[in-house]
C-alpha cells in the first residue's frame, strides 16, 4: 500500500463516519415525525471539491463543516408525505422529491416511503461511503426477482447522487432495493406503503 492509497483510505473512514452522522440525523428526524431536511445535499453530492481531494480532508468542505453537522446544505430536502403539512401529491408534471441515502451498512434509508396512489416520485438517491450501490423501483415481485426492464440506477458510486421518476399506476405493492452483488440478500431493501 503506497503513501496515497493510504490517504484515501483515511478519506474512506472520514466518510464513513460523516455517513454515519447523517444517517442519524436522517433517523431522528424520522422518527420525530418531521420532514427530514437536515442532511440533503448538493453540498456533500455536488462534490467536484470533495472528489478532488483537498477540500474533503482540508476541511472546509464537509469535515469542516457547516455542512451536514450544522445542518445547513442547501440542497432540497424530502418533499412533505401524505398526512404531513404541505404534503402536494407528486404528478408527471410536478414530481414529488424523495431523498434515499444508500449507506455502507447497505440499508435503504427511509426504509419505508409513503405515497398516496397514483403518485409520481422522483427519488434522488445519493450512496453514502464508499460501497457501489443500485436503486430499484417498482412492482415488488419484478423488484424482489430483479425482473429485466424494472426502472433502475445502476453503479451509483461514493458520494454520487442520481435520480429516478417513477409513477405508482394502482395500489401495489411496490417496493425498492439494490442488486449489487449481495446487497439484496444483506437486506438492502425498501417497502412503499400506498395510502
Ligand atoms: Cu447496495
New binding site residues.
Partial sequence: MNSRHFAWLGAALVVAGIALLGIGSLTSLATGGSTPRGWAGTGIVGGSGMMGGSGMMGGSGIVGGSGIVGGSWSGAASAPGPGASGFVAGTQAAPRVVQIV?TPQ?R?LPAVVTIQADETITFEVTTMGP????FMVGPAADVAADKAGTPEIADLGMMQTRSLTYTFAGPGPFSFA???PG??EAG?TGTIVVQ
Fill in positions: 444508500a447497505l435503504l460501497v457501489v450501490h443500485e439494490c442488486h449489487a446487497h439484496y438492502m
